[in-house]
């Protein structure tokens, strides 16, 4: 296994990090001293369903950690959610600030490409961000984020088939009110953020939220003396709520991401062969810094609208519409090889136009509960991709530009039922059509201008059309009061596509469409509350039939060329596990969460070059075991305020980033630990909290690049950083 169960005993009690519901830290009432016997634990409300109900009611494994306990981590995005969530992996796209490589139980999609379909669903306040750039969501002003766990493709559709991550923002407020914020760190650190909650009226409130992000670099390029890694991004929210009569709300919001960061460090982790590299440049020392001549840049804009209206027409029977607009593109020049020579640069321009309409039919009745509806989504993305690339290619230049169009309708249902006092049935159904249209030209060209083509390898347009169905069946036991156990079943997809790098000259075959992946799930778990209140825990095993994977092979299709690297649904796959989160109460002061996860992934088939390798494949980003735990206690001062001292860690066993077999993108096991101190004024006006993250300063590679020309690089996490920051509240 790579790791003994004494360690993972070590670890799972002792050095990582999450929770069941996890909880922002001890409660508090409305006195200046905590209360005496507080033992209880929050409790989070989550719409996972599509209705509000208790963590503890949902039968389906669901980690769910609320807007304040993001902050009191020291959260910025989304990618914070590995630490309290098991078999889930998240981090930035490898090369692409802004960009989010998201996995579920083994399930997802590294490949931030366009045309690639991601697996992992993500949505802000319910609307589907159909892209994975610019899904590396922020977490200000964030109520509560959802991680639902295995297949949602009932109640959320397309490319949930890993599973969906729900970002909740929080809604305006009748009162007014806000808060500010200053962070500053090492490396010249300096974040701000604010929030505005203004009502203007009785019927119509507004609040607005503000962050930006300014950090220097976390390394050097020992060529040009700039800075490698930093950060210059800025986010801000939007909402209005309108409430013209007590049975009708209507929501506006609108969210613009703005990001100039640097280009993240790509660390050579070979040194290239004499042919591309003859003065064998040695390995450089820091794990962030690069040799780059190229003009590296990362530009990422990203904004979004979305009206929701929200209608109790009749007293059991409630009517929602979700209409939302979203647009995103980014410009990126990038030096794949990380050397001061022209070896490979790669030039990337990518936007992506969506509008998503749902319409949903609620009602309530006695001991039942049904939700129907409709969604319509059109979406475009295109793309324009030039390489230069010295000993690559016969001209060494090669374009690959296109578009495609996704235009989808989805009718669901899901029907839950009370049997009796103890048992509940539901039942759930979604049909999905779509149609996905491509327009590819690729060429090689005569030099860095790309205006004279030499070889056209693809020059087509296509059109697909796919059906899927997507149930769900679940029953659920209520043994005690504090105790439920339940059985489920479900089905996911992953949206066909097209292979955009596609040689239909040599080998034809590349221009046909890829089918949908699918998943069927099982899943059995249980969730219990237990000791008055101080103890929650809920586990859950699974097993998923994974098929029509899509991956990028060698093909030859019956061609005498064999070798090039085309995009098939050459796979099968079987994932599954287990996964268990706790939380408890210790006393009034004290507070304990942790997660631990299992997970197994193999290949039943892999076909590259006409054979089956799938025993010497490994699925990317299915760590066998992921673990964590904080400890969070929180000190009355007299009437000096309160204390906040935390401690949080995670546990990741070795992984492999892609698909690539270079045992150098191989990483190890390894713990990441974050600590952080709180002080809270008595009238919790003033908010001064000292954090250090990455506090053994490990290091470690979330993904990475290799190529056969003997190019290997890495993509490395944030080291050991310090911060102090200032809030307040009014």
Known sequence: MGVTWRTMLVVAFAAASSPWEAPAAPARDDDDEPPAKTTELDRITVTARRREERLMQVPQAITAITGEELDSRGAT?????????PNLTLYPARAFNGSLTAYIRGIGQFDPIWGVEPGVGIYLDDVHLARPQGALLDVVDVERVEVLRGPQGTLYGRNTLGGAIKVVTRAPEPEFGGKVGLTVGDYGRRDGRLVLNVPLAEDFRTRLALASYD????????????????????????SALWTPTPD???????????????????????????ALDPAQTPLDPGRHDVRSEAPERLDLDNEGASVTVDWAFRPQWRLRSISAWRQGESHTVLDMDSLSQPIWVLGRDFSERQRSQEFQLHRDGEGAHLVTGLYLFDGIESGDGRSSAKHFMPTNFFRAAGSIRTRSVAAFADWVRDLGTAWQLELGLRYSTERKSVDAFNA????????????????????????????????????????????????????????????????????????????????????????????????????????DIQLSVLTNDGEPTSGFPDFRNAGDGTTQGAELEWQARL???????????????????????????????????????????????????????????????????????????NPLLLQPGYSIWNASLAWTSPERRWEL??????????????????????????????????????????
């Not at 929501?251 to 460090?265: E, F, N, T």
């Not at 001062?637 to 992984?655: E, F, V």
């Open 444 to 547: 090689s060209y005569a030099d860095a201008s790309f205006t004279t083509p030499v070889v056209t390898t693809a020059d087509f347009s296509d059109s697909a059309r796919y059906s899927e169905p997507t149930p769900r069946a679940a029953l659920s036991w209520r043994a005690s009061e504090a105790t439920m156990l339940y059985v489920q079943v479900s089905r996911g997809y992953k949206g066909g596509s097209y292979n955009v790098r596609a040689n239909v000259l040599t080998f034809p075959l590349s221009a046909h469409p890829l089918d949908a992946e699918t998943v069927l799930a099982w899943e059995a778990g249980a969730k219990g509350d237990w000791l008055d209140g101080r103890l929650g825990w809920s586990a859950a095993v699974f097993h998923n039939d994974y098929h």
């Open 587 to 661: 006393g009034p002061l004290l507070q304990w969460t942790s997660h631990l996860g299992y997970l197994e992934a193999r290949y039943d088939q892999y076909i590259d070059d006409g054979m089956d390798v799938a025993s010497s494949r490994y699925f990317p980003n299915a760590p066998r075991w992921t673990a964590g735990t904080s400890l969070v206690a929180d000190f009355p001062l007299a009437r000096a305020g309160w204390l906040l001292a935390r401690i949080d860690s995670r546990y990741q066993a070795m992984t492999r980033p892609t698909t690539d077999l």
């Open 77 to 85: 995005n989304i990618a914070a959610l590995d630490m309290v969530t």
């Open 248 to 274: 009708l709300d209507v929501g506006l919001a609108y969210d613009r991401y703005r990001d100039r960061s640097g280009a993240p460090g790509a660390r050579r982790l070979a040194v290239p062969p004499l």
């Open 215 to 238: 950090r220097d670099g976390y390394g050097r390029n020992l060529f040009t003396g700039g800075e490698v890694s930093a950060r210059d991004a800025a986010v801000a929210r939007f």
């Open 689 to 730: 909290t000292a954090r250090v993250e990455n506090l053994g300063d490990t290091s470690y590679r979330t993904t990475g690049f290799a190529y056969p020309v003997g190019i290997v690089t890495g993509y490395y996490g944030p080291p050991r950083n310090c911060s102090l920051t200032l809030a307040y509240s009014f």
